[in-house]
């Protein structure tokens, strides 16, 4: 596989080459000083994968992101200092970076070396994905209000569950904005992303979305109108409280997950809690995290729905639940809200 590095950073630029080089399976093939001079690289280079840097002179690494994923997307792994790029970082993974890894320290040091394993690994991953150009805008309008509940209608779904990583933080940026203020039902969701940045993307979610989105703590109420995102580092849980309430748990248990939070955690919990009346989503991803979560779902009564591949970024978290043919229905992207109102 053929990568361009991207990085301001002379000394990095190196020990990146470097470090990648040991795989025998990957070919550095150019080295940029910034966005622009990346750009013109990729044209002429054509590499299965971009590693980049954000902060760097000329054009930065959001701005190199934009414009190539206008022209041809590709696979690119953020590699970058989390603390000088925060919400760059939230920009890159929204404008379609399929990764990130945080570098070890900003200093031109041998520390970068620590990252070594990782990079390879995500950069291995990065390649195996085939991005495409979407039709689907950022962000749509909400779905109308809700009307009033019939008394005796036939009972839907009393909790939804999602599970999401790679595409996720586009794809849920679409999503979560059409569902109304009145939506029934509480919303839970696992995206797979560094510790440190779900607390800043709930924020920006909440700023577009009629539901209040937030990241789940301690304690926290399942209530309808508002959406918990697990923190990265911690998996989310369901208790049920003597008074019927349901509350959020945050443990790092179970520890052999391949993820934490893992899809398969929430998915059980909210089984555990709600029996038959969950609704589980497992949507763009790579791997098959939410496979077993939604097996038992199933076996519980619980209903799952699957994002179709033609709007995955990454469809194999989608594709692990439709080949065991746990899934009940799989569906566009553009249709998911208007079948998960119809669920609840």
């Known amino acids: 596989m053929r990568v361009l590095v991207v990085d301001d950073s002379a000394f990095v630029r190196k020990i990146v080459k470097q470090m990648l080089s040991r795989s025998p399976f990957i070919e550095v093939v150019g080295a ?6 990346a750009l013109a690289m990729v044209a002429d280079l054509n590499p299965d994968v971009v590693t980049l840097d954000l902060v760097m002179p ?6 190199f992101l934009k414009r190539q994923m206008a022209t041809r997307p590709l696979p690119v792994v953020i590699c970058s200092i989390s603390h000088e790029s925060g919400a760059a970082a939230l920009e890159a993974l929204e404008a379609g970076a399929v990764d990130f890894i945080q570098k070890p320290t900003a200093l031109a040091t041998d520390r970068i070396f620590e990252i070594a394993d990782e990079l390879v690994a995500k950069v291995k991953s990065a390649a195996s994905i085939r991005l495409k ?3 689907v ?24 569950v999602i599970g999401i990583s790679t595409g996720g933080p586009q794809a849920l940026r679409y999503l979560v904005p059409r569902f109304p203020a009145n939506f029934p039902a509480p919303i839970a969701i696992v995206l797979h992303m560094p510790v440190g940045y779900t607390e800043m993307y709930a924020g920006r979610l909440n700023d577009l979305s009629a539901l209040e989105v937030v990241e789940a703590h301690e304690g926290d109420v399942a209530r309808p109108g508002v959406v918990l995102l697990a923190p990265a580092g911690r998996h989310l849980l369901f208790e049920r409280q ?8 945050l443990d790092v248990r179970p520890f052999d997950t ?9 998915f059980r919990s909210a089984s555990d ?11 763009t991803g790579m791997g098959n995290d939410g496979l077993v979560g939604a097996s038992y779902v199933k076996a519980r009564g619980g209903t799952i729905f699957t994002e179709a591949e033609s709007s995955c970024t990454v469809y194999g978290m989608p594709r692990a639940v439709d080949e065991a043919m746990v899934s009940d229905r ?3 992207l553009q249709d998911m809200a208007a079948s998960i109102m119809e669920m609840v």
Do not use: F, W
């Open 330 to 332: 799989s569906l566009p």
């Open 58 to 63: 000329v054009m930065d690494g959001v701005e």
């Open 273 to 283: 809690v709600y029996g038959e009346r969950v609704l589980g989503v497992v949507m």
């Open 137 to 160: 805008p950022a962000v749509a309008p909400t779905l109308p209000e809700l009307p009033a509940p019939i008394p005796n209608r036939v009972k839907g779904a009393q909790v939804v």
């Open 242 to 249: 003597p008074d019927g309430a349901v509350k959020c748990h």
């Open 133 to 135: 150009a979407t039709d």
């Open 258 to 266: 391949p993820h934490r939070p893992a899809v398969d955690v929430l």
């Open 32 to 37: 940029a000083r910034d966005g622009a001079e």
